[in-house]
């Protein structure tokens, strides 16, 4: 009965602490290369690590392609679960790359859990985003629910 208890105890820790593991992010200095707003909430951003990336996304990139928008996070089905990111910050974000873009181009960027989703599995150089944040002067992608 001990083994058995130990055993429960043991995987229940496991799951906690792999879980909150995924949730961490990382982010990049990167320049803008180019940024199109489609719409209020959909755009395309195109960077370049500075340095060569050891990031889990942008590794092995010399350019970087997100095809973004605001929708809810991969994982986020129930009806009464709200957006972890809102329209608003998703706007704030996007405002923030405008003025980087016009200015310096030089930019933080990151993601939070799996911040990414690639566009295929040929070229995993260009992702989707389904929402992003701002973090003091930083811009975090999001695209499964953390």
């Known amino acids: 009965m001990k083994t058995l208890a130990l055993f429960c105890t043991t995987l229940i820790s496991l799951l906690f602490y ?7 992010g990382s982010a ?4 803008i290369l180019s940024f199109q707003r489609m719409n209020a909430t959909d755009y395309v951003l195109v960077i370049a690590p500075k340095e060569k990336s050891m ?3 942008m590794k092995g990139c ?9 929708e809810n996070l991969d994982g986020q089905w129930l009806l009464f679960e709200k957006n972890q990111v809102t ?3 998703h706007l704030t ?4 790359i405008e003025e980087k873009n016009k200015t310096d181009k030089n930019l933080d960027f990151g993601y939070m859990g799996g911040g990414f ?7 995993k150089c260009v992702v989707n985003s389904r929402a992003l944040s701002k973090s003091h002067n930083s811009i975090l992608s999001y695209y499964h629910k953390v």
């Open 18 to 24: 792999s879980t909150g593991a995924f949730a961490g």
């Open 93 to 96: 974000a996007l405002s923030f």
């Open 55 to 57: 990031d889990w996304f």
């Open 28 to 31: 990049e200095k990167v320049t």
């Open 62 to 70: 010399k350019t970087f392609v997100i095809l973004g928008t605001h």
């Open 87 to 89: 329209r608003d910050e």
């Open 117 to 123: 989703k690639p566009v295929s599995t040929d070229n």
